[in-house]
Structure formats: C-alpha cells, structure tokens
C-alpha cells in the first residue's frame, strides 16, 4: 500500500488572513467553493476553523464516491504560522478513511496569498493501486484547482 498525493495551489490576490478565513468558514463561505463534484454538505459541528466536523460525499470519477466526516484541526508552528503576516493551515482528517488534506495560506507578496492543497491517503495495493496513483492524484488536483478558482472569485471582489 503506497501513499499517494495531490498538490494544487493558486495565487490569490486578497491578504492570507482574507483568503484563510474564507477558507475555515465551514458554515458558509467554504460550502459556496466547492464545484458538483461534492455533495451532501453539511456541518456537523463547529463551523469555524479548529472543532469542526464536516461532512461530504466526494466523487471524483463516475463509479468513486467518497463518504467523508472530516475533523478540523488548525496546527501551530506551521509555515503560515511562522512567517507571521497572517494565513494559517487547516487540516481536514477523513474519520472514513485515511485521507488527510492540509490548507497552507501564506503571504506572496503585496496584497496576494499563495493557497496550497494537498491530500494524502493510503492508496491499493497491485495494480489497482498502480491506477490509483497514477490517476488519481491528477483527478483530485483538478478538482481542487476549482475549488481554489472559486476561492479565489468570492475573495478577489
């Protein structure tokens, strides 16, 4: 069983503190980001950074649906942390799986932030994993890479 990743990241041009709170805004903005390929959303508890508990099904391709309880947790001592002009990191661990993806906001320069996502999970093992972790990852960034366009549309106004 190997570990596969996905990494996506944008470019935004709203501060990191603009671009992160929109981020851990699991009650309302974060819902408005994601594209078709998530359905049956919904806030379990908290709703605002660290404590939260979401939940969504997430089909990447047409027979791959995943039913995902996520727990939200903002670490300290991250990249965002350190540079200490605003941003921050969420990580969203899968109760349902081993899936783990981690939010990096941090500065890029005069008013923009630098939006990074990236998922790991624990792929298959043989040659379905062989798929998985050539496929998948490029999948998966895609569907974050709208995610991040659509972060970007609501703070970039």
Known sequence: MAQVEATTERIISADPETVFDALADYGGTRAKLLPEHFSEYEVREGG????????????????????????????????????????GQLVEKDRNSSMVTTWTVTPAGEGKSRAVVSTVWNGAGGIGGFFEKTFAPKGLSRIYDAVLANLATEVEK
């Open 48 to 87: 605002d950074g660290e404590g939260t508990l979401v939940h969504w099904k997430l089909q990447a391709t047409s027979k791959r649906i995943r039913d995902c309880l996520l727990e939200v947790t903002e670490p300290t001592g991250g990249p965002a942390h350190a540079a200490g002009h605003g941003g």
